[in-house]
């Protein structure tokens, strides 16, 4: 049997491994907190002052799609980083990154082969922002080339990408290299504080945890008839419609709810049961859009995941990703729009309403980057965290196909790999 990726030592009591999260999770935060850049709010919080820099980092970009032309914005906003390559798939899209931010003609690569190129540009740090598929192997390229990475959510579409990631997560450790994954939701202080109260037993003992994700309309997914190559799949995200290049709805985008669950609790769900759907008009990829699963942690409790991802009416919330804990005492909720709090019970916590969390949580993620880079602090939780929040995301949209129950240590066994068909796109 394969290993759980990032199970937790039979030695370590839950109450230990919780204990260490939390306090890891409270330095965490208040670096966060402390090197946010001039420019990015804090939900509730002023404006920080502008930084100095002793040293620039030098960063390849591989991906200059929405995303990753947002990531090279935002890092020269910063102000801590040198962008001196970059790689994408279509030549135009690599120039248009280069030509905004300064970067030379023959260090603008394009190609599926182009990401090599970026790790022998002489950068020190690399970010990856293409179709989740490629993170492993881009990741893998990366480490061996001896550089710190920076990737998006999520690091892997399969179970075999998922534990790629973690093994590179520790090797990266053991290089003396930074492995970071850039998830906004624990970033926001309002949610920091929920999640240390709920750590804390602000909620007495836990009776059920609710999360979603809502997507209304979602025009930036639409899903085009597939052509003679998946050329045109690769652009705006469109590659989310197919389960082996996007993880699909489930794994690319309610994965923030999954992860935010599992970053407050500290551990990842046992076993999974439900059901799930096709629904959106003129579908051609293979991803569910609406699903109904029910998760189980080791002691029992309660997780009900509810997502639909192509909503037309006017029902509930425009966009929801959040997620809601009852236990005996009070509840609490975290979010990536809305509130977060703590309610009743001896903890109380108004929390407040969380406003620009997509550039405001990359922002302090880039600080934290770099900062972890230029102190040399290797410890690269959140690689071994986002092995845990992929397989749980997994599980969730592998029950709601199947339509059968699951242990996540099956899915683990199973380790199905997902291939996508490259024939016909330019080497």
């Known amino acids: 049997m394969m290993p759980r990726a990032n199970a937790v030592p039979p030695d370590v009591t839950r109450r230990r491994f919780l204990t260490s999260a939390a306090g890891g999770l409270v330095a965490a935060s208040g670096a966060a907190r402390a090197s946010v850049p001039q420019g990015a709010q804090a939900t509730g919080a002023p404006d920080a002052p502008p930084r100095a820099f002793d040293r620039k980092v030098k960063v390849g970009l591989v991906g200059c799609g929405g995303r990753g032309s947002k990531i090279a914005k935002l890092m020269m906003e910063f102000g801590g980083y040198e962008l001196v390559a970059v790689a994408d798939y279509f030549q135009g899209r690599a120039d248009t990154t280069g030509d905004a931010h300064g970067v030379p003609d023959g260090k603008r690569f394009s190609g599926l082969s182009g990401f090599r190129r970026v790790m022998e540009s002489g950068a020190e740090a690399v970010v990856l922002e293409t179709p989740p598929y490629f993170f492993p192997e881009h990741a893998a390229a990366a480490v061996e080339a001896g550089l710190h990475v920076y990737m998006a959510k999520p690091v892997a579409v399969d179970v075999p990408g998922a534990i790629r990631i973690g093994e590179l997560g520790r090797a990266s450790s053991s290089k003396s290299r930074v492995f970071f994954v850039d998830y906004q939701i624990p970033t926001d202080p309002h949610n920091i504080e929920v999640a240390r109260r709920i750590r804390d037993g602000a909620l007495g003992k836990m009776q059920m945890v609710l999360s979603s994700g809502f997507k209304k309309g979602n025009p930036g997914f639409k899903d085009k008839p597939v052509g003679e190559t998946i050329e045109d799949r690769l652009t705006d995200l469109v590659w989310v419609n197919d389960d082996a ?183």
């Not at 794994?251 to 759907?277: M, Q, S, T």
């Not at 309610?343 to 934290?368: C, K, Q, T, W």
């Not at 929040?389 to 099956?410: N, Q, W």
């Open 245 to 427: 290049m996007g993880g699909g709805y489930t794994v690319n985008y309610d994965i923030h709810a999954i992860d935010g669950v599992i970053w407050a609790l500290g551990k990842r769900p046992v076993a999974a049961e439900g059901c799930g759907g096709r629904f959106r008009q003129g579908a051609h990829g293979d991803s569910l859009d609406t699903s109904f699963v029910t998760l189980r942690f080791d002691d029992g409790v309660l997780w009900n995941h509810t997502s639909i991802t192509h909503r037309l009416n006017d029902w509930g919330p425009e966009d929801s990703l959040a997620a809601e804990f009852l236990g005996e005492e009070a509840a609490a909720r975290i979010s990536y729009w809305g509130k977060a709090y703590v309610r009743g019970g001896a903890m109380h916590f108004p929390g407040g309403e969380i406003v620009g969390l997509y550039d405001s949580g990359i922002r302090r993620n880039l600080a934290e980057f770099y900062d972890k880079v230029v102190a040399g602090d290797f410890g690269n939780g959140t690689a071994q965290r986002s092995v845990d929040c992929t397989l749980a995301s997994i599980l969730v949209r592998e029950v709601a196909r199947r339509g059968t129950p699951m242990t996540i240590d099956a899915l683990i066994r199973e380790n199905r790999r997902l291939e996508v068909n490259l024939k016909g796109l330019r080497a």
